[in-house]
């Protein structure tokens, strides 16, 4: 399959069938004349792509461990790493 495939036609032609823009969307536009921005435009009109940042965010670290420590910790199923996790902080009286 060397050759592109064509490219599919807009769903509409004429700029009049566009859908309206809502108030919202109206607020948060770039509005520019000229070429030159007067207002910058507002946030975005979709939900922001991944999670939300947290305040205090785990770091990955590398620990060694003895192999029967971690035999046991994996041994009691999904989630040994948060059950490690609250051992260490109950430990350390965090």
């Known amino acids: 399959m060397t050759r592109k ?12 069938d566009a859908p309206e ?3 919202d969307q109206l607020a948060r536009a770039e509005v520019a004349e000229g070429g030159k921005v007067l207002k910058a435009a507002q946030g975005t009109l979709t939900r922001p792509r ?6 205090a965010p785990k ?6 461990l003895d192999a ?5 910790l994996k041994s009691s199923g999904p989630g040994w790493q948060g059950r490690m996790n609250a051992a260490l902080r109950k430990a350390m009286g965090l």
């Open 59 to 64: 770091r990955q670290v590398s620990v060694r």
């Open 68 to 72: 029967d420590i971690l035999d046991a």
């Open 5 to 16: 495939p064509e490219k599919s036609s807009p769903i509409w032609r004429d700029p009049d």
């Open 21 to 23: 823009w809502t108030a």
């Open 50 to 55: 991944g999670r939300p940042p947290v305040e």
